[in-house]
């Protein structure tokens, strides 16, 4: 008797166990984050600057003009 009580015992945790774990498993897609770009904090300095260097280039103009030796 006790010899068939243990197998048994024995039995049941290790199927009982199986049996009952876990249950359907649902996997639920996520949806993609939504990415929004934040607008350049340096949006106006990079014209300014390539501005102020056309207006040099113009000022400064062609200097190199060749004068006749005296």
Known sequence: ??????????LTLAFGSAVSAGGPVVVEEE??????????????IVPIIIGGIILC???????????PPP
């Open 1 to 10: 008797m006790i010899k068939i009580a243990s197998s048994l015992l024995a």
């Open 31 to 44: 949806g993609q984050p939504e990415v929004v770009a934040e607008s350049p904090r340096s949006g106006w």
């Open 57 to 67: 280039a113009i000022a400064c103009g062609n200097d190199d003009e060749q004068t």
